[in-house]
């Protein structure tokens, strides 16, 4: 299948819509930037108004608002999306990661942003999988993006680290249950390292750039992984396997 340019496309590039959540910024919008490079029509939600317009401008690409803490807006952005053609690929991107102590002396911000922080990582995706299904076409693709910390968690963002150490549990559940869809829908997970973020301003070296985390998630992509383990996530998977306790106090301090 060719571009109007005349440009080979690739295995991951079939008719549908690409829709990214948290693609106005960071990796997700590294992956919303090189999709439409190769010819894909792609959608992008999040929250920041500035953000979203500043996405919206780019080729090949349409933004939409939506905070996945919210259901009404999940539905929303559902119908927007459904409105536009079917959905070939559907990457559940966004995160955050607010780093609340919960057992210091002064619980009122973990209370008040504790739903937050588990709807855009956790419960978020959750529905808006659910409600992505009945869109999608045939060998469509679901990618759910975790993290190291997933392996072990760091004391410094519990809730965070207990997110995605269950999105990758749902992700492996989802599947099985997939396995025998009819229409050939797989799902993935993708493992990031620490990547260089808004979200990761200020903590630990070694980063990688956005551009490279996506580059390495569309080659796993076009190779058909069912886990995609991006940079030093891949050491550390093995590293993991063959010493949990060790890889426990590598990132307990991260």
């Known amino acids: 299948m060719r571009t109007r340019q005349g440009v080979e496309m690739s295995g991951t590039e079939r008719p549908g819509l690409a829709v990214i959540t948290g693609g106005t910024a960071g990796v997700g919008l590294a992956l919303a930037r090189q999709l439409a490079e190769r010819g894909e029509r792609v959608v992008v939600c999040g929250r920041d108004r500035e953000r979203l317009a500043a996405a919206d401008a780019l080729p090949g690409i349409e933004a939409v608002r939506c905070d996945?803490?919210?259901?009404?807006?999940?539905?929303?952005?559902?119908?927007?999306?459904?409105?536009?053609?079917?959905?070939?690929?559907?990457?559940?991107?966004?995160?955050?990661?607010?780093?609340?102590?919960?057992?210091?002396?002064?619980?009122?911000?973990?209370?008040?942003?504790?739903?937050?922080?588990?709807?855009?990582?956790?419960?978020?995706?959750?529905?808006?999988?659910?409600?992505?299904?009945?869109?999608?076409?045939?060998?469509?693709?679901?990618?759910?993006?975790?993290?190291?910390?997933?392996?072990?968690?760091?004391?410094?963002?519990?809730v965070y680290c207990a997110t995605k150490a269950a999105l990758r549990s749902?992700?492996?559940?989802?599947?099985?249950?997939?396995?025998?869809?009819?229409?050939?829908?797989?799902?993935?997970?993708?493992?990031?390292?620490?990547?260089?973020?808004?979200?990761?301003?200020?903590?630990?070296?070694g980063k990688i750039s956005p551009e490279r985390a996506a580059a390495d998630l569309l080659r796993g992509l076009d190779r058909n992984r069912p886990v995609i383990r991006i940079g030093k996530t891949r050491a550390l998977t093995v590293l993991h396997r063959l010493s949990p306790t060790l890889v426990a106090r590598l990132l307990r301090d991260g």
């Not at 559902?78 to 002064?106: D, F, K, S």
């Not at 869809?181 to 990031?192: F, N």
């Open 68 to 158: 996945l803490s919210v259901e009404s807006e999940i539905l929303a952005m559902t119908e927007q999306v459904g409105a536009r053609g079917g959905i070939r690929l559907l990457v559940n991107n966004a995160a955050v990661q607010l780093g609340h102590r919960p057992a210091g002396p002064h619980p009122a911000g973990l209370l008040r942003d504790v739903d937050t922080e588990i709807g855009t990582n956790l419960t978020g995706p959750v529905k808006l999988t659910a409600l992505a299904l009945p869109l999608m076409s045939p060998g469509a693709l679901i990618v759910n993006v975790t993290s190291a910390l997933a392996l072990a968690p760091k004391r410094t963002a519990p």
């Open 170 to 205: 749902y992700t492996t559940a989802l599947r099985y249950q997939l396995a025998d869809d009819e229409r050939g829908i797989r799902v993935t997970e993708a493992v990031l390292p620490l990547v260089d973020t808004a979200m990761t301003a200020g903590r630990g070296s």
